[in-house]
Nanobody, 121 residues
Framework: QVQLVESGGGLVQAGGSLRLSCVVS????????MGWYRQAPGKQRELVAD???????NYADYAKVRFTISRDNAKNTVYLQMNNLTPEDTGVYYC???????????????WGQGTQVTVSS
């Protein structure tokens, strides 16, 4: 069974940093695009950043300067380094990945369970 397991969330003061990790567990053929989304209280889930298998990155405007997405294909892991955090960054951060389980199958989206990020002022 394929699962995305996130870690690294927590409580941090404004101006601080956090590094989120998401590892794909289970037997898979390949992880293609991987990314991070977030959902603030009372708001819709939104893209933070994503990264293709070959390293092409895409960021939401608010994340372009302060956040960095990266991945390790050998470990099927994606990271999100978040710097200079503000209270507006508070929310649940979800990992997403397009995964092909077996080479002849089409890829499908998987989601992690989410990790809470709370930034205090």
């Amino acid at each position: 069974q394929v699962q995305l397991v996130e870690s690294g969330g927590g409580l941090v003061q404004a101006g601080g940093s956090l590094r989120l990790s998401c590892v794909v567990s289970g037997n898979i053929f390949r992880a293609d695009a991987m990314g991070w989304y977030r959902q603030a209280p009372g708001k819709q889930r939104e893209l933070v950043a994503d990264i293709s298998r070959v390293g092409r990155m895409n960021y939401a405007d608010y994340a372009k300067v302060r956040f960095t997405i990266s991945r390790d294909n050998a470990k099927n892991t994606v990271y999100l380094q978040m710097n200079n955090l503000t209270p507006e960054d508070t929310g649940v951060y979800y990992c997403n990945a397009a995964i092909t389980r077996i080479y002849w199958e089409s890829s499908r989206d998987y989601w992690g369970q989410g990790t809470q990020v709370t930034v205090s002022s």
